[in-house]
């Protein structure tokens, strides 16, 4: 069953500590991102990437470290530099920047 | 960087009333418009999409428009149910050069009332 994963489901944190959110999928893509979604808002670009060992920078990087050392995977990690990491975090993956994006079922994580 | 408008906020239809959801865009070059759905908790789903190439595509209820001139597509879904309810995203991104990623409105919460 192809599909993308996230986990955990949810994530609690205590204030400055460094936590890294999975993603993994299996469904051949060569893009993968990372969206940010607040309360009553839109989804926001962290970080994504076009292929391996290639990522670039989103509209709200700061705070934020990626990695993408294999196709199928594209972790996230949120940094204490992140002012206000208390968010739902979604991964997506999709054929190229053109195609429609598969999403995860998001993570949604607490720092307290 | 593209900026992606969206309006109206909320929206709030009887049951068989047509909803109508606008968005526009900055960049010129964008030239994928996908629209999505997001029910309470879960993730996006995509409904329908459109290319610059066309300026109309239909599925079904669902309907979206495109207008390169003025930079603005919208969506139309007609006899509305109660299961439409849930909150709409507009996208756009440049499928060939520069950021191939997509950019998203601040989605339309839409209720349908029975």
């Known amino acids: 069953d192809g599909g993308i994963t996230q986990s955990p489901k949810y994530l609690f944190r205590k204030e400055g500590q460094n936590v890294t959110l999975s993603c993994e999928q299996n469904?051949?893509?060569?893009?993968m991102y990372w969206y940010r979604q607040d309360p009553g808002q839109g989804l926001r670009l962290i970080y994504y990437s076009q292929i391996v060992n290639d990522f670039q920078k989103g509209d709200i990087a700061e705070g934020y470290s990626v990695s993408r050392e294999k196709k199928e995977s594209f972790p996230l990690t949120v940094t204490s530099a992140q002012k206000n990491p208390t968010a739902f975090y979604l991964c997506a993956s999709s054929d190229d920047g053109g195609s429609p994006l598969h999403f995860g079922n998001g993570t949604r994580l607490t720092v307290t | 960087g593209e900026n992606v408008e969206q309006h109206p906020s909320t929206l709030s239809v009887q049951e068989g009333d047509s909803a109508v959801i606008k968005c526009t865009y900055s960049d010129s070059a964008s030239n994928y418009f996908p629209w999505y759905k997001q029910e309470l908790g879960k993730r996006p789903q995509l409904i329908i999409d459109i290319r610059s190439n066309v300026g109309e595509k239909k599925d079904q209820r669902i309907a979206v428009t495109l207008n390169k001139t003025a930079k603005h597509f919208s969506l139309h879904i007609t006899e509305t149910q109660p299961e439409d309810s849930a909150v709409y995203f507009c996208?756009?991104?440049?499928?060939?050069?520069?950021?191939?990623?997509?950019?998203f409105g601040s989605g339309t919460r839409l209720q349908v009332q029975p």
């Open positions: 996208a756009a991104s440049n499928a060939g050069t520069g950021r191939r990623a997509l950019t």
């Open positions: 469904l051949n893509h060569d893009a």
